[in-house]
């Protein structure tokens, strides 16, 4: 799940587990790349370890009741933002007009899943317009 939802900082972790490998000798199983992506996740949204993995776990969750509960089965290798900005490319815009005013004002990146997850909200705030 760490390294579904933030990816950039779990390739952080595996380059990590390369150089610790290379430079000490030292060989780590790569679910540690997980652990050190938390890390950089922790110090990126100044969140601590258990708030970086409760987010994962909740998605993870979220997407069991959603299957169990429609009976559908999710192509986990399919991009979820991919499907949402084709689906909703009219909210996935504006909630990318959002994230970067999110950005400037409050000095702080978005990642590719908070952008999404406003599309879904302001999806939901359109249906309800509607």
Known sequence: EIKRFYPQEYELGKYAITQIKERLKVELPEDEAGFIALHFVNAEYGTNIRDALRFPNQMKEILEIVTRELGIKLDEESDLA???SQKYPKEFACSKKVA??????????LSGEEVMYLAIHIRRITMAEE
């Open 82 to 84: 991919d499907m949402i």
């Open 100 to 109: 970067d005013y999110i950005e400037k004002t409050a000095e702080c990146r």
